[in-house]
């Protein structure tokens, strides 16, 4: 039989859908057997049959099912895996024996799949019947895998699977594994050793019921492998505190005999049972420290409070060295420092600790060092050691009887938000010293901008005209926000604006935008850094408008440039203040800089700069 050429007559028109596509699908077919492709019929048949699982009638999708199994290519068992999702409980187990039947070892693991979501008890039974059929060793992994589903019912499910299809394949950790999830825990504790690594992971689920039993069989498997299991758990910091008070419970229930006195401390603590950890004494020590870094506040509150009413120098040096280590934080150091303040046969290396504490980078660090110093009647051994004692319980007036000695404590104090208005005043009541050291820290562009506004507000709120050289220079400031904080202070020190650049500086502090078209181009850099920054930003651009309406001749081509390619002005925060900007109902959106965009070019082309249009 030779090949012959389509005798399809041509038509005018478009051949009517149905009958072209009956051509090509009988062209396909009869190609097909020409060159004596026979598997092509296969696939074929495969989706001629697969096209009424789409159908809406059940029957229809049901007689598909079967016809697809006579079938039995792999065409026709990735077609019947997806059927595995069927709306209709029927159809679904037909399709796993159908699945089954057909014997695919690909189909194992969309059939566990479909039993970690399925909630019919038929369609459970079909597919348990299906694994039978297909490979049970196969099936281990994906079963096994599938144990630790989130849902209840589909764990319950697989491990169900597991006994009917592969049970005697397992091995004891795997059948512990199984025998957990149905909740059989005399099997569990009847594998011994093998059944301690599936339980310790039952002690990490949110079944309390499933936690409390496992704890329970670890204990009555009383091995070495239990014990240290439950041993690790007790101190692992990322074990939840309910898995660590089960195998606290467990290992005080079961291995107490075994246990030495630092992991008896350790279980008192996990336990809450702070007087039973103190009376252990200094095998707790170790216990404690740790958990002066517990994320629980109230944890290491206790912790601190044992340690002191244990006492004694192992204590005193273990709180010592974590007020020392800077890694630890900051209220990890202050229960340290305070701990030391409760203990009153505290030595003198731990003096000496707590007195360096007064230089901590942590002011709550300071505070309690100090109270802790003050507590134990330690006398400072020089007026260095008066003044940091002084600064950090704040006690500001003995600070400045100190006088030089202060100035480095006191300078080093405004960095701290709580009490830099106080170390300032402090600064300026020990003298010149004092002042100097303001005058300089006020003078330093890299000292924080917070710092060096207390410092200028503070010098306004006397009245030093010495300010005035230090404040002047800020103005100068790259940050627009501490020019305007140099402007009000100024002010408040009796200084007049000495020229244009200064008085546009003023008027911006004092919103007096309608003030700068006047001032004209002395306006400009000012303005234009508040709308880089994205102060104002309604404000920012009228003002700007407005000097290019009154003064765009006396603008220079730089000047100009820069405008002309004003970006729009994105909302930053406000000049005003924070009850003015809370009540603005404003939108926080950009403001268009267009007309200042066409202003500044429409002068460039008026100086022939730029052409026109």
Not at 20 to 28: D, F, I, P, Q, V
Not at 150 to 176: E, F, Q, S
Not at 281 to 294: K, N, V
Not at 456 to 485: C, F, H, K, N, Y
Request: hydrophobic letters at 45%; aromatic letters at 4%; one cysteine or more.
């Amino acid at each position: 039989m030779t090949g012959r050429a389509s005798t399809l007559p041509a038509t005018d028109g478009p051949t009517p859908w149905s009958a072209r596509a009956t051509y090509e699908r009988l062209s396909s077919f009869v190609g097909i057997m020409v060159n004596g492709r026979n598997s092509g019929i296969g696939s074929l048949r495969t989706w001629w049959q697969s096209r009424a699982l789409q159908s809406e009638d059940a029957d229809a999708r049901a007689r598909a099912v079967h016809r697809l199994a006579a079938v039995g290519n792999e065409r026709a068992v990735s077609v019947l895996v997806e059927t595995l999702d069927d709306p209709d409980s029927a159809i679904r187990a037909k399709t796993a024996h159908a699945l089954g039947a057909i014997g695919n070892l690909d189909a194992i693991e969309p059939i566990v799949s479909r039993l970690r979501r399925e909630d019919d008890n038929q369609v459970v039974s079909a597919l348990v019947d299906a694994l039978k059929e297909l490979d049970p060793k196969l099936a281990i992994p994906h079963l096994l895998a599938a144990l630790v589903e989130p849902d209840l019912r589909g764990r319950h499910n697989v491990a169900a699977a597991a006994r009917k299809v592969c049970w005697d394949l397992l091995d004891d950790i795997g059948r512990a594994r199984v025998a957990i999830v149905q909740n059989a825990w005399k099997e569990v504790a009847s594998l011994g050793a093998a059944a301690v690594q599936p339980l310790a992971q039952a002690l990490r689920t949110d079944n309390y019921r499933a936690r409390r039993e496992a704890a329970d069989v670890l204990g009555r498997i009383t091995s070495f492998a239990a014990l240290e299991t439950l041993k690790t758990l007790l101190t692992d910091p990322t074990a939840d505190h309910g898995a660590r008070e089960l195998a606290a419970w467990s290992l005080r229930k079961y291995y107490d005999a075994h246990l030495d006195d630092a992991c008896r401390a350790q279980i008192a603590i996990v336990e809450g049972d702070w007087a039973r950890a103190v009376a252990l004494g200094q095998a707790a020590i170790d216990p404690l420290m740790e958990t002066l870094a517990d994320p629980d506040l109230d944890m290491r509150q206790h912790a601190a409070e044992a340690l002191t009413a244990i006492g004694g120098p192992q204590a005193a040096a273990a709180l010592g060295e974590t007020l020392q280590n800077h890694h630890e934080g900051v209220e990890v150091r202050e229960y340290a420092a305070r701990a030391l303040g409760s203990m009153p046969d505290s030595n003198p290396h731990s003096l000496g600790l707590l007195a360096g504490a007064l230089r901590d980078e942590a002011w709550k660090v300071r505070q309690a060092a100090a109270d802790a110093l003050v507590e134990l009647g330690w006398v400072p051994g020089n007026n260095t050691e008066k003044a940091l004692l002084f600064v950090a319980r704040e006690l500001w007036e003995q600070a400045v009887f100190v006088g030089e000695a202060a100035v480095e404590p006191l300078v080093d104090a405004l960095k701290y938000r709580a009490v830099s208005p106080a170390a300032a005043r402090a600064l300026l009541s020990v003298g010149q010293l004092g002042l100097e050291a303001l005058l300089g820290v006020l003078r330093d562009p890299g000292e924080a901008i917070g710092i060096r506004e207390v410092i200028a507000r503070t010098l306004a709120e006397i009245g030093d005209p010495r300010a005035v050289e230090p404040v002047l220079s800020m103005l100068e400031d790259q940050d627009m926000v501490v020019r305007q904080a140099a402007v009000w202070t100024l002010e408040k020190l009796g200084w007049e604006p000495a020229d244009d650049t200064q008085r546009a500086l003023a008027a911006i502090a004092h919103e007096e935008w309608d003030k700068l078209g006047g001032i004209g181009p002395a306006a400009v850099e000012p303005l234009l850094a508040m709308a880089n920054a994205g102060l104002a930003p309604r404000e920012t651009a009228g003002a700007l408008q407005q000097v290019l309406e009154v003064s765009a001749e006396r603008l220079s081509v730089e000047e100009l440039q820069a405008l002309s390619v004003v970006e729009d002005i994105h909302a930053g925060h406000d000049l005003r203040s924070a009850e003015l900007v809370a009540n603005d109902s404003s939108p926080a959106h950009s403001v268009r800089c267009e007309r200042v965009r066409e202003l500044a070019r429409f002068e460039l082309m008026k100086r022939g700069i730029i052409a026109g249009d």
